[in-house]
């Protein structure tokens, strides 16, 4: 049972636009959700982070959405840019626990 | 500052055999992480340890178990080795209770 799930395994966006990774989740108890992005051969760097006592949290051209009633978070890239082309996971953690459930990842292509 | 050091980078094992994975944290984390990454999925829980002990626990067989060290470097053991466990192994680093530090990981092919 995947409880994080990231439905559009791909994304491509022509340069400076805006790009928008969606993320769904199920379990309720998830209270802190991450989002990291991955290289090929490196391993997932940190992004940006959101607690569910928040529905935004915005860190340069990064922000991330969180709709707790929908059980939705979206990352938004503003503007995009060719070095932003990676795979983008999201994961959640449940409240007492210390483990993150990663969704499978979206491929972001950032077209130049 | 160095980042989370994994080893070996790459490696090659035969079925039935054991492997052990190195890890050493981000300096200043106390509590290290371990996933495994399949091809084309996200990276999934295997254990988390915190002050030499295994904190939790992720659906893993007992095949895999860990162990952490004063320094706060880690090592992953795999047993019997199954052709399924093929993957790229992740170790990350982090406060007690803040986010990852991912290192680079160890890709494992077992043949």
């Known amino acids: 049972d995947q409880q994080v799930k990231q439905n559009s395994p791909s994304l491509s966006v022509q340069e400076g636009r805006i790009s928008i990774l969606n993320c769904d989740y199920t379990?309720?108890?998830?209270?802190?959700f991450l989002w990291y992005k991955k290289y090929p051969a490196e391993g997932p760097t940190f992004l940006i982070s959101?607690?569910?006592?928040?529905d935004k949290n915005e860190d340069g051209r990064f922000t991330v959405f969180l709709n707790k009633s929908a059980k939705h978070l979206s990352l938004h890239i503003v503007p995009s840019q060719p070095g932003d082309s990676a795979v983008y996971f999201c994961?959640?953690?449940?409240?007492?626990?210390?483990?993150?459930?990663f969704g499978t990842g979206t491929r972001l292509k950032v077209l130049a | 500052d160095a980042g989370v050091t994994q080893s070996p980078t790459h490696l090659i094992k035969t079925r039935g055999q054991q492997v052990t994975l190195r890890c050493s944290p981000k300096?200043?984390?106390?509590?290290v992480s371990w996933y495994q990454q399949a091809l084309g999925q996200g990276p999934q829980f295997i254990f988390q340890?915190?002050?030499?002990?295994?904190?939790q626990r992720g659906n893993f067989p007992d095949r895999f178990s860990g162990h952490q060290f004063p320094n706060y470097s880690s090592e992953l053991n795999v047993n019997a080795l199954l052709l399924g466990d093929s993957a790229l192994y992740l170790c990350?680093?982090?406060?007690?209770?803040?986010?990852?530090?991912f290192g680079s990981g160890t890709r494992l092919t077992v043949v």
């Open positions: 990350a680093s982090s406060l007690v209770s803040g986010g990852y530090t």
């Open positions: 379990n309720s108890m998830f209270d802190y």
């Open positions: 959101i607690s569910s006592i928040k």
């Open positions: 994961a959640a953690r449940a409240s007492g626990t210390y483990k993150y459930i």
């Open positions: 300096s200043g984390h106390d509590t």
């Open positions: 340890y915190y002050e030499e002990e295994e904190r």
